[in-house]
């Protein structure tokens, strides 16, 4: 298994334009997660999602969407890039059915620069 | 609202030496709680958990008990190696709503020199 992959590795990008983290998991996991990882702040909550066609907000939502078509991917949707989503982005996945849907699994994180 | 919060790092400390992290937590309900490690260059991996008071998780030399009575979750180890250097974060699930959603703490960058 690849576990949790999330392409690219890196971006820059201008303020104003619009971009799409990917991310995918070949675990059958039902629950997925975005975060976005600022110094000082942790890991804070972007969106998720329980399952295919399911996704509600997390902590920051404002300025970016999501979808989830399939059990597999969950891409992250920059609308209009701002300077202040400059961060690393990690997806998460988790499965309820074991007893451990709190156990998530991360990917390895996309390093965005907005300039 | 629930929260996390850590002591503030870096921690720097020698081969061989005591380690402990604090992590104490705010939170309503019975939240399950996590420590996470981030390597350099990677993402975060689960290091250890556990689901309720007086619970301790351990893995990899670490442990961590659960004390509801102090709402704590403080990180040790007896005899850090280099290749513990890290950043560590605590976290906790997000209430009794069982989605998956974590709430960590602002991490704390352990450094370990040989």
């Known amino acids: 298994n690849a576990g949790v992959t999330q392409t690219p590795k890196f971006q820059v990008l201008k303020t104003g334009q619009s971009m799409t983290l990917q991310c995918a998991q070949d675990?059958?996991?039902?629950?997925m997660s975005w975060y976005r990882q600022d110094p000082g702040m942790g890991l804070r909550l972007i969106h998720y999602s329980v399952g295919a066609g399911i996704t509600d907000q997390g902590e920051v939502p404002n300025g970016y969407n999501v979808s989830r078509s399939t059990t597999e991917d969950f891409p992250l949707r920059l609308l209009s890039a701002a300077p202040s989503q400059t961060s690393v982005y990690f997806c998460a996945s988790s499965d309820p059915s074991t007893g451990a849907r709190d156990e998530q699994f991360f990917g390895p994180g996309t390093r965005l620069t907005v300039l | 609202g629930n929260s996390v919060t850590q002591m503030e790092g870096p921690v720097t400390l020698s081969e061989e030496a005591f380690l402990t992290i604090n992590c104490t937590y705010t939170?309503?309900?019975?939240?399950?709680l996590f420590w996470y490690v981030q390597y350099p260059g990677e993402g975060l991996q689960l290091l250890l958990k556990a689901t309720k008071a007086d619970d301790k998780g351990s893995n990899k030399g670490f442990e961590a008990t659960y004390r509801k009575e102090t709402t704590s979750f403080h990180l040790e180890k007896g005899s850090v190696q280099v290749s513990d250097s890290a950043v560590y974060f605590c976290a906790l699930t997000h209430g009794s709503s069982n989605t998956g959603k974590l709430i960590f703490g602002q991490g704390t960058t352990l450094q370990v020199k040989p």
């Open positions: 939170a309503t309900g019975y939240p399950s």
């Open positions: 675990m059958n996991h039902e629950y």
